[in-house]
């Protein structure tokens, strides 16, 4: 394990983040980040390359620990390992990405927003890229037509109208609103809920795991974003396109289809026109 204290008792955050040949410097930044929060935070970082030096330089007020698979776990399996270890022990689980910074009050910020809404089961915050442009990660319930046409044909006029209702863009972003899909790159859970859906579903390796689970999380709680608060997302995936990366992307489609339906899904479509019906768009 890396230097830090150990990880006992019950903390108010526990975070979990997967390195698959992360720099050791982006995990030793967010550890500092998350070292300086009010409320008491955990982390555990999952290995799945087995890549980072044993001697991380961590805080020493963090309580942290260092999970070593032997394999490449993907996300959704590699955090299942970490939301196990805080089960019974923390208030809230954070389960975020490497390549994220933000403000040192932003997890004060979130634990006091949800302590404040009891009916809150899943919080993200408002997410920019590095440049200050707003990342739309607020989304419906994905159809395979808008998802295909969004990996597959992404300059076309079509797919982009597809798009571009399915992340709202034509919706503010600027208040407190209720959506069935945020995205895991930082997703505050309410332990409660996290335990009701037990975690990711483990068929998934990598992508759709975050849609998969926060609709699952929708189904039982209010699954908001909240713009009072803003963390940076660098969203290193979009420039790691790669034949493999597809092959992931439409393995992840498939099974999550599979698992909720193709042409037909009657919640989905309730689910949509309810988070159209409730959000107020730009003039």
């Given at each position: 394990m890396?230097?830090?204290?150990?990880l006992?008792g019950?903390v108010?955050?526990?975070?979990?983040?997967?390195?698959?040949?992360?720099?050791?410097?982006?995990i030793?930044?967010l550890a500092?980040?998350?070292?300086?929060?009010?409320?008491?935070?955990?982390?555990?970082?999952v290995?799945n390359a087995g890549?980072l030096?044993d001697?991380?330089?961590?805080p020493?007020?963090?309580?942290?620990?260092r999970?070593?698979p032997?394999?490449?776990?993907g996300?959704?399996?590699?955090?299942?390992?970490?939301?196990?270890?805080s089960?019974g022990?923390?208030?809230?689980?954070?389960?975020?990405?490497?390549?994220?910074?933000?403000?040192?009050t932003v997890?004060?910020?979130?634990?006091d927003f949800?302590?404040?809404?009891?009916?809150?089961g899943l919080?993200m915050?408002?997410?920019?890229y590095?440049d200050?442009?707003?990342?739309?990660?607020?989304?419906?319930?994905?159809n395979?037509?808008?998802l295909?046409?969004?990996?597959?044909?992404?300059?076309?006029q079509?797919?982009?109208r597809?798009?571009?209702?399915?992340?709202?863009?034509d919706w503010?972003y600027?208040?407190?609103?209720?959506?069935?899909?945020?995205?895991?790159?930082f997703m505050?859970?309410?332990?409660?809920?996290?335990?009701k859906v037990?975690?990711?579903?483990?068929r998934?390796?990598?992508?759709?795991?975050?849609?998969?689970?926060?609709?699952?999380?929708?189904?039982?709680?209010?699954?908001?974003?909240?713009?009072?608060?803003s963390?940076?997302?660098?969203?290193?995936s979009?420039?790691?396109?790669?034949?493999?990366?597809?092959?992931y992307a439409?393995t992840?489609?498939?099974?999550?289809f599979?698992?909720?339906?193709?042409?037909?899904?009657?919640e989905?479509?309730?689910i949509?026109?309810?988070?159209?019906?409730?959000?107020r768009?730009?003039?």
């Amino acid at each position: 394990m890396p230097d830090g204290k150990s990880l006992d008792g019950v903390v108010d955050v526990w975070c979990s983040v997967v390195a698959y040949k992360t720099p050791a410097e982006e995990i030793e930044r967010l550890a500092a980040t998350l070292a300086h929060a009010r409320v008491t935070v955990a982390l555990t970082i999952v290995d799945n390359a087995g890549t980072l030096p044993d001697a991380l330089r961590l805080p020493d007020g963090l309580m942290v620990e260092r999970l070593l698979p032997g394999r490449n776990l993907g996300y959704g399996r590699a955090h299942n390992l970490a939301i196990t270890q805080s089960r019974g022990r923390c208030r809230y689980h954070l389960v975020l990405n490497s390549d994220i910074e933000f403000n040192t009050t932003v997890i004060d910020a979130l634990v006091d927003f949800m302590d404040s809404r009891p009916t809150a089961g899943l919080v993200m915050p408002m997410v920019r890229y590095p440049d200050g442009e707003l990342q739309h990660l607020c989304r419906l319930l994905p159809n395979p037509i808008t998802l295909i046409g969004r990996r597959f044909f992404g300059s076309t006029q079509w797919a982009q109208r597809l798009n571009d209702r399915y992340e709202l863009h034509d919706w503010s972003y600027d208040e407190i609103a209720s959506f069935p899909f945020l995205s895991g790159c930082f997703m505050f859970i309410r332990r409660t809920d996290l335990d009701k859906v037990e975690g990711f579903d483990p068929r998934f390796f990598l992508y759709a795991e975050d849609l998969d689970l926060s609709r699952r999380l929708h189904m039982v709680a209010e699954t908001l974003f909240y713009p009072d608060v803003s963390i940076t997302h660098e969203y290193r995936s979009l420039k790691r396109r790669s034949l493999r990366q597809w092959v992931y992307a439409l393995t992840s489609l498939t099974q999550y289809f599979g698992k909720w339906g193709w042409v037909l899904d009657a919640e989905r479509d309730r689910i949509n026109q309810q988070t159209v019906a409730s959000i107020r768009y730009k003039n």
